[in-house]
């Protein structure tokens, strides 16, 4: 039957409700404090107490089973909440790869068990989860993977290095690839759950050339692994591993579209910085003619790429995430790349600023983010790897080779 606006509306007044008890008003407004703790930033108790309220009542993770601690609400609920929160300056702080790779992921594919035991610190925000994927010679090929688990009756013992490992330094907990058949390639991968505080893993973080170290190198020595932290089948790993790149890459994507990873305080537009760095002429257009042309071209793909994700997602909260991912990983990429050498362009030598007073912290971030933005085509995949998956999986071109 149609909701002509009856029920939501109903349920938008038990969220406003809810959101005027529960929302510490001091908190309007200030993302950072907010997400102190996402942001691996010591919380206040404002902020510690508001992430608690909304993982409770299972907000944190809307649309997730209430089963499993999340809210479930509809898509329709889920909007108006985002609505109403927005409305008073609220801000999600629970969130991080736990809950926007791993949760769908463990959700779909994970034993009861192992959804009793992880779940409840994702829909909190209390656990935070990181990825072993990549390693030195397994980035692109990622199923030549080599870190190893060997049985040992009761445990794996894990052995080998991972690289790129986004916030390992403040992850509890990992999910990892691991080799657990040096015979099969695709066929000798498992999913370990590994405690990163077990004896023996030791996280090294690598310093960016904008200043922050956001990944890491990881290291196993003879780590111990308790059997019941297999997550999936034995040798069954890749599966699991292709589905939870499937989130990734549209989590990816949808933030890349929108804005800038590694932002911390606001920034102009590209277009607002045209306007008040390079000038208007005397009809009000941008006085660059050629960055006018390059900047309305960048405008109507970024606006074509927000329509087209939020057509995909609508089919993805009923199917889930597919193929079509890669497709949108590659052109959010190419698009947030894009946004921001326009920005840096439109600042001329305001752009040259990495600190002191002739800068402003916008001016200073935004390289520091240009910088940041040319990891967008590697991370969750590089761009070449996401043109194979939409060459394969999606148009179904025979492989070259």
Not at 80 to 86: D, F, K, R
Not at 151 to 178: E, I, P
Not at 342 to 362: K, N, R, V, Y
Not at 363 to 378: D, G, P
């Amino acid at each position: 039957m149609a909701d002509f606006g009856g029920e939501v509306e109903t349920f938008r007044a038990e969220a406003r409700a809810w959101l005027e008890a529960n929302f510490p008003k001091a908190l309007a407004h200030d993302a950072d404090a907010q997400l102190a703790k996402l942001q691996a930033r010591p919380e206040s108790e404002a902020a510690r107490a508001w992430r608690l309220a909304l993982g409770s009542k299972g907000w944190g993770t809307p649309t997730w089973p209430k089963a499993y601690g999340g809210g479930g609400l509809t898509r329709e609920q889920a909007r108006v909440l985002a609505e109403e929160m927005a409305r008073i300056g609220a801000r999600n702080p629970i969130g991080g790869m736990g809950v926007a790779f791993f949760g769908p992921t463990l959700l779909e594919y994970g034993s009861e068990a192992l959804k009793r035991e992880h779940m409840p610190g994702i829909v909190m925000g209390e656990v935070w989860w990181c990825q072993g994927y990549s390693e030195p010679g397994a980035g692109s090929d990622l199923a030549g993977l080599q870190t190893r688990a060997e049985d040992k009756g009761d445990h794996f013992l894990v052995n080998g290095q991972k690289v790129w490992t986004s916030g390992a330094q403040h992850a509890d907990r990992c999910y990892c690839l691991v080799r657990t058949d040096t015979a099969k390639k695709h066929e000798g991968i498992s999913f370990l759950l590994i405690d990163m505080k077990a004896p023996g893993v030791e996280v090294r973080p690598i310093p960016l050339i904008n200043g922050t170290s956001p990944f890491c190198e990881t290291f196993f020595s003879d780590v111990k692994v308790p059997k019941d932290q297999l997550f999936g089948p034995l040798n069954g790993g890749w599966t699991i591993a292709k589905r939870l790149m499937q989130f990734e890459r549209d989590s990816i994507a949808g933030s890349l579209g929108g804005g800038n990873i590694g932002q911390t305080v606001a920034m102009p537009t590209v277009a607002e910085a045209a306007r008040d760095y390079v000038g208007l002429d005397a009809d009000g257009r941008l006085a660059d003619p050629d960055l006018r042309r390059r900047l309305t071209d960048h405008l109507m793909e970024a606006r074509a790429f927000q329509l087209t994700m939020t057509r995909v997602r609508e089919e993805a909260a009923t199917n889930g995430p597919s193929n079509t991912a890669a497709i949108m990983k590659y052109a959010g990429a190419k698009i947030a790349q894009e946004r921001n050498e326009l920005l840096i362009e439109a600042l001329g030598s305001q752009d040259l600023g990495w600190g002191g007073d002739g800068f402003s912290p916008a001016e200073v971030q935004a390289m520091r983010v240009m910088l940041r933005s040319k990891a967008n085509s590697i991370e969750g995949g590089t761009s070449e790897i996401n043109l194979n998956v939409v060459s394969k999986r999606v148009l179904g071109l025979p492989d070259p080779r």
